[in-house]
């Protein structure tokens, strides 16, 4: 496939992978078409398609990462770069505006860190926080073109956070943490999984239900935005919020939520799910 051939089909992936990202922001379209995936996704040929069962492409040509498809990063570790209608549907739960400081927990090898970063524009500031060491190293030189990106090596679970008006977890936890909300402005937004562990080939996984939470001064709204299967953020788990989690995911109603409640005495019946110190509510 030659340079104009590959430039068509950069085009139809943006366009199409905004599509499906149910956005209407067009800066999102224009972000995914200058950021070139085949940058970031290391030399190929390259393990694409489902977890726990993708092929190797027949060889290192770059029209291959343009489809909707995952492309896996440490194979053994189940660790991949996500769907790109998936994430970049996150990314537009989060209306980045230009100037603004986005926080990327689970950064990979900084492919959204970069389309982030082309929205925040040269006068925001973007901090990606990767846990997995050489997945970190890999960023670091994948976004040396952003110099409103820094790149972190850390658990973001523990990570200090200077304040944010945006905060994408990329990846699963059974509980808010104080640390994000806490380092949200007001009309800042957190794009949270929260989710339940399960094992998929032997590799630690979670599923659940994808809240976006956006501060209101000292209140918090939440709102259900989609399903989720997701590698999990370790750090933010702990038992008694998982139990509640597991129930509520039996009985359904996430999509009646309205409020994250940071205290220990909501009511049980406006409860969604609960654990120390959190609940989601439907009032």
Known sequence: MNQSELAVLRRAYARHIAFAARTDDTRLEAALLSVRREAFMGEGPWLIGAAGGPDRTPDAEPHWLYQDTLVSLIDSKGLNNGQPSFLAFLIGLGRIQAGEHVVHIGAGVGYYTAIMAELAGQAGRVTAIELEPELAARAVKNLAAYPQVQTVCADGSVQPLAPADVILVNAGASRPLDLWLDALTDGGRLILPLTVGFTLNGVAMTHGHVFLIERQGDAFAATWKSQTAIYPCFGAQDATSEESLKAALRRGG????????????????ARWASGPGWALTFE
């Not at 996430?254 to 019946?269: M, Q």
């Open 254 to 269: 996430h999509d009646k939520v309205r409020r994250l409640i940071r205290t220990d005495d909501a009511p049980a019946d």
